[in-house]
């Protein structure tokens, strides 16, 4: 059974950084591209970065590019989302998900729970 | 940067068939997936790659695409099947529509 576990989300004040987790479990992590979605409170899902299965090729949403990382440790079967210049905006819960193949250019067919991230003074 | 045109909401009778459209240009062409998310939860694929479903989801979800506009229909509509539902595709990076919510009378 696939299992994603988001973990590192808290409060930070604006400004900050935090890093996120995702422990992958129940797959062949390194075979398949994963990803963070996030959704504001009361809002719809916004796609924020991807990474192939072999981590070589990454992407990012605009509204994030230049502040946020994405990377992946196969070896620990972990996904990372390191967040940096943090805004009220990226108010949200942050979702890990699975991609069906090893690209990113597919559909999502696991979900994490997710991991809420505050930004506030 | 591609985009997709839910309406914010819809409304079905129990028992009747639910229509959910995601509108976007030429979205005929690309693959459109479609998520089930009930509050409080997770996201999760009701549909891929237009039409087909994943084990675990009732023959009751269904989904087409041509042209300018994709569906999902929900027929036999249950009250459990009120959620927001989203449509998705790739177009040089993964793109969501704002979603919809289902409410069933």
């Known amino acids: 059974e696939v299992q994603l576990l988001e973990s590192g989300g808290n409060l930070v004040q604006p400004g900050g950084s935090l890093r996120l987790s995702c422990a992958a479990s129940?797959?062949?992590?390194?075979?398949?591209?994963m990803s963070w979605v996030r959704q504001a409170p009361g809002k719809g899902l916004e796609w924020v970065s991807s990474?192939?299965?072999?981590?070589?090729?990454?992407y990012y949403a605009d509204s994030v590019k230049g502040r946020f990382t994405i990377s992946r440790d196969n070896s620990k079967s972990t996904l990372y989302l390191q967040m940096n210049s943090l805004r009220a905006e990226d108010t949200a819960v942050f979702y890990c998900?699975?991609?069906?193949?090893?690209?990113?250019?597919?559909?999502?067919?696991?979900w994490g729970q997710g991991t809420l991230v505050t930004v506030s003074s | 940067s591609y985009e997709m045109t839910q309406p914010l909401s819809v409304s079905v009778a129990l028992g009747q068939t639910a229509r959910i459209t995601c509108g976007g240009n030429?979205?005929?062409?690309?693959?459109v997936h479609w998520y089930q998310q009930k509050p409080g939860q997770a996201p999760v694929l009701v549909i891929y790659?237009?039409?087909n479903r994943p084990s675990g989801i009732p023959e009751r979800f269904s989904g087409s695409s041509s042209g300018n506009t994709a569906t999902l229909s929900i027929s036999r509509a249950q009250a459990g099947d009120e959620a927001d539902y989203y449509c998705?595709?790739?177009?040089?990076?993964?793109?969501f529509g704002g979603g919809t919510k289902l409410t069933v009378l």
């Open positions: 998900a699975k991609y069906s193949t090893e690209s990113t250019s597919h559909y999502f067919d696991s």
């Open positions: 998705q595709v790739w177009d040089s990076s993964t793109v």
């Open positions: 030429n979205i005929g062409s690309k693959n």
């Open positions: 790659r237009n039409s």
């Open positions: 990474i192939s299965g072999g981590g070589v090729s990454t």
């Open positions: 129940g797959f062949t992590f390194s075979i398949y591209g």
